[in-house]
C-alpha cells in the first residue's frame, strides 16, 4: 500500500506519516526495484493507534513505549490521565489566583500576601512556574514558526532573493543555509528549515517565511491539550489589545454616540479573526 492509499485509510496526512517514520514509531518496507515505502497492515494499525493516543494529548515518546511494547496500553492511559489531572489542578489554582488578583487594585494589592500564597501552593506541588516556562516555550515557538521582513533591496531575481534573505540572517546575527534557490526559495536558519515568498504590497514587498517542518519543532516536554491552549492564548493576544485601543480611541475622540457602530465592527472583526484562527490551529 503506498502512503497516499495510507492516508485515505487512516486519515493522517502524508507529512505526519513520514514525520512518525522519522521518529520511528513506524517501520514500512522499501520496494526494492523502485524505492518506494510501502506500507502494510500492521502499520496501519499503528498509524490509527498513533492518531487515537494523539488525541489524548500523549507524548510521542509514551506512544512509541506503547508501540514497542516498554509499556502497556492501560499504564500509559493511566500516566496519561494523572497528568490532565495535575493540569487541572494548576489550571484551577490560577483561576483561583485570577480571581484573588481581580479583587485588587495595583496600588493597593499586597503582592508579598500573593507570593507566600504561591509559595505555599507550589510546596504542595501546585506548579505555577510551570505554566510560565511553558507559555515562554509556545511563545518562542510561535516566533519561530513564522515570520517576515522588509527587504532592503528589491526582489526580482531568485540571485536577489537569495541576497535577501542572506543579509536577515546577517542582520539578526542568525546562521543561515540556502538549501533552494529561486523565487520560493528554502533556507536552514538557526538549524530550522524554513520556506519564503515574496508579498507586494501598496507600500513595497515584503517576505513571509515559514517553517517547513512545524511539527518537528513543537515543544516536546508538554502534551498537546496544554500546548494548543497556550497557543490560542498567544495568538488571541493581539486581538485582545487591537480592540481594547479601538473601544477607549473611539469613546475619548466621538464620544459615547460612536461606540455602538465601533461595537459592531469590532464582533465584525473579532469572529472573522477567530474562525480563522480556530481553522489553523
Known amino acids: 500500500m503506498n502512503i497516499s492509499q495510507v492516508e485515505k485509510l487512516t486519515g493522517i496526512s502524508k507529512q505526519n506519516i513520514r514525520f512518525y517514520e522519522k521518529e520511528e514509531l513506524i517501520h514500512p518496507t522499501r520496494n526494492e526495484s523502485n524505492g518506494y515505502r510501502e506500507y502494510g497492515e500492521a502499520e496501519i494499525q499503528d498509524l490509527k493507534l498513533i492518531r487515537v493516543l494523539r488525541k489524548t494529548g500523549m507524548s510521542l515518546e509514551d506512544i512509541k513505549s506503547v508501540l514497542i511494547g516498554n509499556i502497556s496500553l492501560s499504564d500509559a492511559a493511566a500516566k496519561r490521565k494523572q497528568q490532565v489531572e495535575?493540569?487541572?489542578?494548576?489550571?484551577?489554582?490560577?483561576?483561583?489566583?485570577?480571581?484573588?488578583?481581580?479583587?485588587?487594585?495595583?496600588?493597593?494589592?499586597?503582592?508579598?500576601?500573593?507570593?507566600?500564597?504561591?509559595?505555599?501552593?507550589?510546596?504542595?506541588?501546585?506548579?505555577f512556574y510551570q505554566l510560565?516556562?511553558?507559555?515562554?516555550?509556545?511563545?518562542?515557538?510561535?516566533?519561530?514558526?513564522?515570520?517576515?521582513?522588509?527587504?532592503?533591496?528589491?526582489?526580482?531575481?531568485?540571485?536577489?532573493?537569495?541576497?535577501?534573505?542572506?543579509?536577515?540572517?546577517?542582520?539578526?546575527?542568525?546562521?543561515?543555509?540556502?538549501?533552494?534557490?529561486?523565487?520560493?526559495?528554502e533556507f536552514i536558519l538557526d538549524g530550522i528549515e524554513y520556506s519564503a515568498m515574496r508579498i507586494h504590497g501598496r507600500y513595497g514587498s515584503t517576505v513571509h517565511c515559514e517553517m517547513l517542518h512545524p511539527e518537528l519543532e513543537e515543544p516536546k516536554t508538554m502534551d498537546i491539550g496544554r500546548r494548543k491552549t497556550l497557543i490560542l492564548c498567544i495568538r488571541i493576544l493581539p486581538l485582545i489589545i487591537w480592540e481594547i485601543i479601538l473601544f477607549f480611541t473611539t469613546y475619548y475622540m466621538w464620544g459615547e454616540d460612536a461606540l455602538a457602530g465601533t461595537i459592531l465592527t469590532m464582533v465584525f472583526f473579532a469572529v472573522i479573526y477567530l474562525v480563522n484562527l480556530f481553522h489553523n490551529l
Open 132 to 185: 510560565i516556562e511553558d507559555y515562554k516555550q509556545v511563545a518562542r515557538y510561535e516566533s519561530n514558526r513564522k515570520f517576515m521582513f522588509i527587504p532592503d533591496i528589491i526582489i526580482n531575481t531568485s540571485h536577489e532573493f537569495t541576497d535577501a534573505l542572506l543579509k536577515y540572517a546577517k542582520d539578526q546575527n542568525k546562521d543561515i543555509t540556502i538549501t533552494k534557490e529561486g523565487m520560493y526559495p
Open 86 to 127: 495535575i493540569e487541572r489542578a494548576e489550571l484551577l489554582n490560577v483561576i483561583r489566583l485570577c480571581e484573588e488578583l481581580r479583587r485588587e487594585s495595583k496600588d493597593r494589592i499586597d503582592s508579598d500576601y500573593f507570593l507566600s500564597y504561591i509559595e505555599r501552593e507550589e510546596q504542595k506541588g501546585n506548579k
